[in-house]
């Protein structure tokens, strides 16, 4: 089955700064490559999503990578605000099957 | 709002009670499935189902049974827990299984004394 991994597990940056977080993936077939946000106490909720046939994707702030050919999906969210602190969870899926979901990065942005 | 409820938010059991979680969802989606969140650990999912079959039980002890009587609703009927499961348990729901957006509920926490 599939293997997602992600790294790091945790991230502080300093408001203002850009976050990467990083994510692995072991299974060719794996085409949807969604990334949640879960504040504390709260649901994971959808930011951002790629499927293989893209490159890159923006939205605002946030962005995610995807390299096809090394199996690797990245987030990127540029000039971090308090209010991004939360933990981010990537996923790894494909039509008909389940998601994988990484281990999660807490990302702590420092006022 | 996503659209996924889950009843009750909270819930405190003992080892020798029987509860059961409730997830509903009125998006018409026809995939469904219950995940265990617990500290430190990432998602692990528990049950998948599609077109209310169980296409996928991630090797769950017995004392966790689903039950899916529609498209719509989705049970988590708990026997016996130990204070192990206390834990998140999160329901979601996606148009098909994988490949699309899930759809996570609040969630229960649930604390097994």
């Known amino acids: 089955g599939e293997n997602v991994e992600q790294h790091p597990s945790t991230l502080s940056v300093q408001e203002g700064d850009s976050a990467v977080i990083k994510c692995t993936y072991s299974?060719?077939?794996?085409?949807?490559f969604p990334w949640y946000k879960q504040e504390l106490g709260k649901r994971p909720q959808l930011i951002i999503d790629?499927?293989?046939?893209?490159g890159e994707k923006k939205d605002q702030r946030i962005a995610v990578t995807l390299n096809k050919t090394a199996k690797h999906f990245s987030l990127h969210i540029t000039e971090t605000q308090p209010e991004d602190s939360a933990v981010y969870f990537c996923?790894?899926?494909?039509?008909?099957?389940?998601?994988?979901f990484g281990t999660g990065t807490s990302l702590t942005v420092i006022p | 709002e996503t659209g996924v409820t889950q009843t009750p938010r909270h819930l405190v059991m003992g080892m020798t009670n029987k509860k059961s979680l409730k997830c509903e969802q009125h998006?018409?989606?026809?995939?469904m499935y219950w995940y265990k969140q617990s500290a430190k650990k990432p998602l692990e999912l528990m049950f998948v189902?599609?077109?209310?079959?169980?296409?996928e039980n991630n090797s769950v002890p017995s004392r966790f049974s689903p039950e899916c009587p529609n498209s719509s609703h989705l049970f988590l009927h708990l026997h016996t827990l130990q204070p192990e499961d206390s834990a998140l348990y999160l329901c979601?729901?996606?148009?098909?299984?994988?490949?699309?957006?899930?759809?996570f509920g609040q969630g229960t926490r649930l604390t097994v004394v």
């Open positions: 996923a790894a899926s494909s039509s008909g099957n389940q998601f994988y």
């Open positions: 299974d060719s077939a794996s085409n949807y």
């Open positions: 790629i499927r293989s046939n893209v």
């Open positions: 979601a729901s996606s148009q098909e299984r994988g490949g699309t957006e899930a759809f």
């Open positions: 189902y599609s077109l209310e079959e169980r296409v």
């Open positions: 998006l018409g989606h026809n995939a």
